[in-house]
């Protein structure tokens, strides 16, 4: 904005400054400090009123007010028309300003003139050094940091004003402009929030200030005050006599921020959005392309780290008060790092995989990444999609080459162009989080599932089917739950600096430069304390599948699986095949922040929620306890732990629950819904083939792969066959279900057969069983030790072999009578020459003689005793009165 100059009124070069004043064609006169425009008549109310009445009104009786700057005068003439104040003081380094607005600004210099107002010429800095507990409201009005306001900008400053301030003191200061000054207003704003339970910034209009508009930045020591909303109000008499731009609605809307002003301020992610609105799209590509190619984030890190080395001051995260002790320090620190003692020494980033992680990418390895590109994907800003770059890749070596280049160009030129800015950002992040995965395996919890290769989150669902049906045959009594805890916006409330500990202990923070993207894994890694915290707990109990009393009716005999010396020669390197230990016992399950923790009594909730307080502390973790669900593992309504839930708010499911049903319910609903919609369409049996599987079917895969089989979801299976074969024949006499699923060469429409499709998603888990244990896989060895649980057979090949004979045993756990059902689906397993002799010694006599022909020697059966070929008799059967001459020779 231009001002047009009708005449030079004053001139002058202070001690501090140049001073100007003008008379303008429309704005009246202008007050001008080092050539930055400070006030005029025109406009000059809406600065002075809202820095003034929004700290003001936000304190219940201000006495005694502090102004620092303002020799204007506007400040203090706002100040004296609250009533309830007892002394203005104003403190201005430069007594040029207000000399000279006393006789050209007349208009705001008024306040000079009032009995309540003190002036002191002198550094606002100095004055408040033996200042200690005397002011109810201080008001900065300074110039921009540069010149005599720049000390007024520091954190010393702010520490000098809050111990002026009283109690419940309110203080306000220049705000600056959220249009040009982000990265400044973010940085005073953690100043002062770093001392101040509340902090907030608001903005109002004035036409001749930069982009017309100004920010201020206020701050009170009251934590249960509300800054957004007045605490004193004016009557309408006196805002219609006294103001002429505040009123109680203006103060509301003053803190209702554009999004990118309230992400850059109040998302700790703000870094990103301040480096996005701050500069132009250029400029932050060449500063990113500087600060990578010459390493400058991991040197100031450095010299950060030497200048940080002693803590003068941390915030309580419980009280909110400046701790400034070292007796205090020390506690509130050993708050954040309490959770991290639970992580093992050893447990952390190796030379090795920390230089795999900041090593250049290969040409292969971005050529793997556009391999992986989705496509079809919906545009982003640029409106450009993934296909451009595989189009590019197989058109242009050059255009390779570019990619290639891009972290370790030295020249701006060498950047491809940035319209493809969106994809590429897309692709390089994708690179960081395979690195990033490559390790995390290493250093997270296998009960962790989430965003992890290997790791599924339906194992949770497994475990938890497992155990809830183990439980509902030998212990319906026991008072075992799961607590489900929902975390209030988890991933988005972790604190930084607990961020930067934990990234620190994993040996992290010396490897990632800073502003490489946060993946998943890195709130994984957040989590890992609590959840190594929960499993030190000794407090806590755990759950397993140990030897127990089995009711008659599924009693398989032993009751308890023997364990034999195995001298044999095996040439395989699997050793669980004829294995009967137990399997760890657990005590979590967790998918990212979802977190499922397993409780025996009422007793261990008080437990779990002294763990949960170091780590809410430090991380600033929120359980939200209104949707936190506990679930009775055997699915009876245990009396002690009902009135629990009912006393602390929780929620309670067990079998009498009808959530799931509920839920599956829903889910059925939607698939109706969505059938209808395409009915409208008319198309042929066959393009309505092809859209059940891809539209209606492929919503409920996933609910498929955590719940596998039992009787609730057999017969949900069945009405949603149903649903799916009424959208697709509406004539009658219908075509059954196995024909529709039958391939178009054979007449039918190549229907995906969800039943099968249930089966088929759950193969991984007979893949894990027969290869070696993996540090990710916790669910297999559950699987095996309930299989010989609950049918009394040390070895899982008789599985494999013939499923069919254990399907009585495995009847009462719905995971294993499902898992049962996938040999028979695949190819009959065959014995092979390399096995041992003792794994023949395993199997049943049937699946012996049916292939013993086939096997050569020496794994052939005949040279052995013929009591050994009924091994599955004398040593299972002692009832029978056989001698077992199994352990005897073995």
């Given at each position: 904005m231009s001002l047009k100059v009708e005449e030079i009124l004053h001139v002058e070069k202070s001690?501090?400054?140049?001073?100007?004043?003008?008379?303008?064609?429309?704005?009246?006169?202008?007050?001008?400090?080092?050539?930055?425009?400070?006030?005029?008549?025109?406009?000059?109310?809406?600065?002075?009123?809202?820095?003034?009445?929004?700290?003001?009104?936000?304190?219940?009786?201000?006495?005694?007010?502090?102004?620092?700057?303002?020799?204007?005068?506007?400040?203090?003439?706002?100040?004296?028309?609250?009533?309830?104040?007892?002394?203005?003081?104003?403190?201005?380094?430069?007594?040029?300003?207000?000399?000279?607005?006393?006789?050209?600004?007349?208009?705001?210099?008024?306040?000079?003139?009032?009995?309540?107002?003190?002036?002191?010429?002198?550094?606002?800095?100095?004055?408040?050094?033996?200042?200690?507990?005397?002011?109810?409201?201080?008001?900065?009005?300074?110039?921009?940091?540069?010149?005599?306001?720049?000390?007024?900008?520091?954190?010393?400053?702010?520490?000098?004003?809050?111990?002026?301030?009283?109690?419940?003191?309110?203080f306000s200061t220049q705000g600056e402009c959220m249009w040009l000054h982000l990265p400044l207003i973010r940085k005073v704003k953690d100043f002062c929030k770093d001392l101040y339970p509340q902090v907030e910034y608001a903005y109002t209009s004035i036409p001749t200030y930069p982009s017309g508009q100004i920010g201020h930045i206020m701050c009170s020591k009251d934590a249960n005050v509300n800054l957004r909303e007045p605490l004193r109000k004016f009557t309408p008499e006196q805002e219609d006599k006294l103001c002429r731009y505040y009123n109680s609605e203006v103060h509301k809307a003053a803190f209702v921020l554009p999004q990118f002003a309230k992400k850059a301020l109040y998302d700790w992610r703000a870094v990103c959005y301040i480096l996005v609105y701050s500069t132009n799209a250029d400029s932050t590509i060449l500063a990113l392309q500087h600060c990578i190619a010459t390493d400058v984030f991991s040197s100031n890190f450095g010299k950060v780290r030497e200048s940080q080395q002693t803590i003068q001051s941390l915030k309580c995260s419980t009280t909110g008060d400046v701790l400034v002790g070292a007796a205090a320090i020390n506690k509130e620190a050993r708050a954040i790092d309490t959770p991290l003692g639970n992580v093992p020494r050893d447990v952390c980033l190796s030379s090795k995989d920390g230089d795999r992680l900041v090593a250049l990418p290969t040409r292969d390895g971005l050529l793997s990444?556009?391999?992986?590109?989705?496509?079809?994907k919906s545009l982003g800003l640029d409106g450009l999609p993934f296909e451009l770059y595989?189009?590019?890749?197989?058109?242009?070596?050059?255009?390779?080459?570019?990619?290639?280049?891009?972290?370790?160009?030295?020249?701006?030129?060498?950047?491809?162009?940035?319209?493809?800015?969106?994809?590429?950002?897309?692709?390089?992040?994708?690179?960081?989080?395979?690195?990033?995965?490559?390790?995390?395996?290493?250093?997270?919890?296998?009960?962790?599932?989430?965003?992890?290769?290997?790791?599924?989150?339906?194992?949770?669902?497994?475990?938890?089917?497992?155990?809830?049906?183990?439980?509902?045959?030998?212990?319906?009594?026991?008072?075992?739950?799961?607590?489900?805890?929902?975390?209030?916006k988890a991933c988005g409330r972790v604190y930084p600096e607990y961020l930067r500990r934990v990234l620190l202990r994993f040996d992290f923070l010396s490897r990632l430069r800073q502003g490489d993207p946060l993946s998943p894994l890195l709130f994984n890694l957040a989590f890992e304390p609590l959840l190594r915290s929960l499993l030190a707990c000794p407090g806590l109990s755990d759950v397993t599948l140990s030897p127990v009393d089995i009711p008659l009716k599924c009693k398989p005999s032993p009751v308890n699986v023997r364990e034999d010396n195995d001298t044999g020669a095996r040439k395989w390197t699997l050793d669980f095949v004829s294995s009967s230990s137990a399997p760890s016992p657990v005590k979590i399950l967790s998918y990212a922040d979802d977190l499922e923790v397993f409780l025996s009594c009422p007793e261990e909730w008080s437990v779990l929620m002294y763990v949960l307080d170091p780590y809410s502390r430090a991380s600033n973790l929120k359980v939200n306890t209104s949707k936190t669900v506990l679930v009775s593992l055997s699915g009876e309504s245990h009396s002690a732990w009902v009135t629990s839930a009912d006393s602390t708010g929780l929620q309670w499911h067990d079998v009498h629950s009808r959530g799931a049903i509920h839920f599956l319910d829903g889910v059925l609903v939607k698939v109706q819904r969505y059938s209808n919609l395409l009915k409208q369409r008319n198309l042929s049996i066959r393009g309505a083939g092809l859209a059940a599987n891809s539209l209606l079917l492929s919503k409920v895969y996933h609910l498929l792969r955590v719940i596998p089989g039992g009787g609730t979801i057999k017969s949900w299976v069945m009405t949603l066959k149903r649903v799916v074969r009424e959208y697709l024949v509406s004539f009658r006499p219908g075509v059954a279900w196995s024909t529709l699923c039958l391939p178009r060469t054979f007449g039918g429409?190549?229907?995906?057969?969800?039943?099968?499709?249930?089966?088929?998603?759950?193969?991984?888990?007979?893949?894990?069983?027969?290869?070696?244990?993996?540090?990710?896989?916790?669910?297999?060895?559950?699987?095996?030790?309930?299989?010989?649980?609950?049918?009394?057979?040390?070895?899982?090949?008789?599985?494999?072999?013939c499923s069919s004979l254990y399907k009585s045993c495995v009847s009462p756990v719905p995971v294993l009578k499902h898992l049962g059902k996938l040999p028979l689906k695949l190819l009959k397993l065959a014995p092979s020459s390399g096995w041992s002799a003792r794994w023949f010694l395993d199997l049943p006599l049937c699946s012996i003689l049916s292939t013993a022909s086939s096997v050569r020697s020496p794994c052939d059966p005949s040279p052995f005793d013929p009591r050994f070929l009924v091994f599955n008799m004398s040593f299972w059967q002692p009832d029978l009165g056989i001698v077992d001459g199994v352990t005897s020779l073995w």
């Open positions: 001690k501090y400054q140049d001073v100007l004043v003008f008379q303008s064609a429309n704005y009246g006169n202008v007050l001008v400090l080092d050539n930055v425009i400070q006030a005029t008549e025109r406009d000059e109310f809406s600065y002075q009123e809202m820095i003034t009445h929004l700290a003001m009104n936000s304190h219940p009786c201000p006495k005694k007010v502090l102004v620092i700057g303002g020799g204007d005068g506007g400040v203090l003439r706002e100040v004296v028309k609250h009533e309830c104040v007892e002394e203005a003081t104003l403190v201005d380094i430069d007594e040029a300003v207000p000399r000279v607005s006393k006789k050209y600004l007349p208009n705001m210099a008024i306040g000079f003139e009032h009995p309540k107002v003190k002036v002191h010429i002198g550094d606002g800095f100095e004055f408040l050094k033996d200042k200690a507990n005397q002011y109810d409201v201080i008001i900065t009005d300074s110039s921009d940091p540069d010149g005599p306001a720049e000390s007024l900008f520091g954190p010393d400053f702010f520490q000098l004003l809050k111990n002026a301030l009283t109690e419940k003191g309110v990444l556009l391999a992986h590109a989705p496509k079809s595989q189009y590019l890749a197989n058109v242009s070596t050059d255009f390779l080459g570019l990619l290639v280049d891009i972290l370790s160009a030295a020249f701006f030129v060498n950047w491809r162009p940035l319209s493809l800015v969106n994809s590429s950002a897309k692709l390089f992040t994708k690179l960081i989080a395979n690195l990033m995965n490559k390790v995390g395996s290493k250093l997270i919890i296998p009960y962790q599932t989430g965003f992890l290769p290997h790791h599924l989150i339906f194992d949770n669902g497994w475990l938890n089917q497992l155990l809830m049906s183990h439980l509902c045959v030998v212990a319906f009594d026991l008072p075992q739950v799961a607590v489900l805890l929902d975390q209030e429409v190549g229907l995906v057969d969800i039943a099968d499709q249930s089966l088929a998603l759950h193969l991984v888990y007979l893949q894990r069983l027969l290869r070696p244990p993996s540090p990710g896989d916790f669910i297999s060895s559950w699987l095996i030790y309930a299989f010989q649980v609950y049918t009394g057979y040390k070895s899982i090949l008789p599985w494999f072999f």
